[in-house]
């Protein structure tokens, strides 16, 4: 059953502690993506991966942390230098760096 | 800023009649995406329209291009409560290969 997955569904954490959201896809796709979401806004762009360990900056990467070690796992850290934590997080894959993206079911982060 | 940007902002209509959404961009681009999101999930690709179509039909929608006005519509016909969601486009611009842009999305209300 192919497919892209996130886990957990709910995260709870502390101000100042590091946090890891794991995204993992068995499409054989080589693009991977993080998302942020605020509520009632739309997806904006943290980090993207063209190809195994390699990957670059999206719109709001301060604060945030990626890997891409192997084609299937894209882990995204939230850092503690990241001001607003607390938001839906969405990964989302697809064969190459253009076309229809598929999504995960995202993970919802609460820092307090 | 935005690339892409969805009006209106909500709609809401009874099941039955037709929905329509309309997507602004600024920069040239590839093709143009249209995704929906059920409250609290994962995106879902609706339909996807290339720089060089104009119409494209599945199912119960139909999306319009006019790149010459750089916007996009999505029309859903014959709307169901079911189609109650939140409805992104989403931009591959020539220029930002490997990564799109999303819109604020249109929020859309179908009352049984």
């Known amino acids: 059953d192919g497919g892209i997955t996130q886990s957990p569904k709910y995260l709870f954490r502390k101000e100042g502690q590091n946090v890891t959201l794991s995204c993992e896809q068995n499409?054989?796709?080589?693009?991977m993506y993080w998302y942020r979401q605020d509520p009632g806004q739309g997806l904006r762009l943290i980090y993207y991966s063209q190809i195994v360990n390699d990957f670059q900056k999206g719109d709001i990467a301060e604060g945030y942390s990626v890997s891409r070690e192997k084609k299937e796992s894209f882990p995204l850290t939230v850092t503690s230098a990241q001001k607003n934590p607390t938001a839906f997080y969405l990964c989302?894959?697809?064969?190459?760096?253009?076309?229809?993206?598929?999504f995960g079911p995202g993970t919802r982060l609460t820092v307090t | 800023s935005q690339q892409g940007e969805e009006d209106p902002q909500a709609l809401s209509i009874q099941e039955g009649e037709n929905a329509t959404m309309n997507c602004s961009y600024k920069?040239?681009?590839?093709?143009l995406q249209w995704y929906r999101q059920n409250s609290g999930r994962g995106l879902v690709h609706l339909i996807l329209?290339?720089?060089?179509?104009r119409e494209k039909h599945s199912g119960r929608l139909r999306v319009t291009l006019d790149t010459s006005k750089k916007s996009s519509s999505l029309l859903i016909t014959a709307s169901r409560a079911a189609d109650t969601a939140s409805y992104f486009c989403?931009?591959?611009?020539?220029?930002?290969?490997?990564?799109?842009?999303f819109g604020d999305g249109t929020t859309l209300t179908v009352k049984p």
């Open positions: 920069t040239s681009i590839n093709n």
């Open positions: 989403a931009t591959d611009a020539g220029t930002n290969a490997g990564k799109s842009t």
């Open positions: 499409l054989n796709h080589d693009a």
């Open positions: 329209i290339r720089s060089n179509e």
């Open positions: 989302a894959s697809r064969p190459q760096g253009v076309g229809e993206q598929y």
